[in-house]
């Protein structure tokens, strides 16, 4: 199925009924005979710019914004705190790179904080995270792409 007929449906399905979830969605497409995955689902909605807005009945359910509202939720998006940067500021003390692995110290009590945030956050060149009392592992497909990632998360403590 191609990526565009794929996101037309998605948009149809949100647009003719309500859709809350992702699963609900996932079967919606999968009753009109499109088979995916929930990553794609969820990177299909990402790229749609689908928000969750309440509707007539106060249900929260995807929905496209026209034009307008997307400029202006791209602007409002641009205005947040980057929940990674913020996280590391306030928590970590030292980011250590060993080959394809990242080792961040934390302030005592902190290590699974960060390893959420940065878990929710699904950033660049992470694949998988462990985290301690004081301490957090991220890992890396690679020493290069831990490379990178040790370089933009220790951008952050300055």
Same mark, same amino acid.
């Given at each position: 199925?191609k990526?565009? #007929?794929?996101?037309?449906?998605i948009?149809?399905?949100?647009?003719?009924d309500?859709?809350?979830?992702q699963?609900?969605?996932?079967?919606?497409?999968?009753?009109?005979?499109?088979?995916?995955t929930q990553?794609?689902l969820s990177?299909d909605?990402?790229?749609l710019?689908?928000?969750?807005?309440?509707?007539?009945t106060g249900?929260?359910?995807?929905?496209v914004?026209?034009p307008?509202e997307?400029?202006?939720?791209?602007?409002?998006q641009?205005?947040r705190?980057?929940?990674v940067?913020e996280i590391?500021?306030?928590?970590?003390?030292?980011?250590t790179?060993v *080959?394809?692995?990242?080792?961040?110290?934390? *302030?005592?009590?902190?290590?699974?904080? #960060?390893?959420?945030? #940065?878990? %929710?956050?699904e950033?660049?060149g992470?694949?998988?995270t462990i985290?301690?009392? %004081?301490t957090? #592992?991220?890992f890396?497909?690679?020493?290069?792409?831990?490379t990178?990632?040790?370089?933009?998360?220790?951008?952050f403590?300055?």
């Amino acid at each position: 199925m191609k990526k565009n #007929v794929r996101q037309k449906k998605i948009i149809d399905l949100i647009s003719e009924d309500s859709i809350s979830t992702q699963l609900d969605l996932l079967k919606a497409l999968s009753d009109s005979g499109i088979r995916t995955t929930q990553a794609t689902l969820s990177r299909d909605i990402k790229e749609l710019n689908l928000v969750k807005q309440a509707d007539t009945t106060g249900e929260l359910v995807y929905r496209v914004l026209d034009p307008e509202e997307q400029l202006e939720f791209t602007n409002s998006q641009s205005n947040r705190p980057n929940p990674v940067r913020e996280i590391i500021k306030e928590s970590v003390m030292k980011i250590t790179q060993v *080959q394809f692995i990242n080792i961040v110290k934390t *302030q005592p009590n902190d290590g699974n904080r #960060v390893a959420a945030v #940065v878990d %929710d956050t699904e950033m660049e060149g992470v694949r998988g995270t462990i985290a301690g009392f %004081d301490t957090l #592992v991220i890992f890396s497909a690679d020493q290069e792409e831990a490379t990178k990632l040790n370089e933009k998360l220790n951008s952050f403590l300055n």
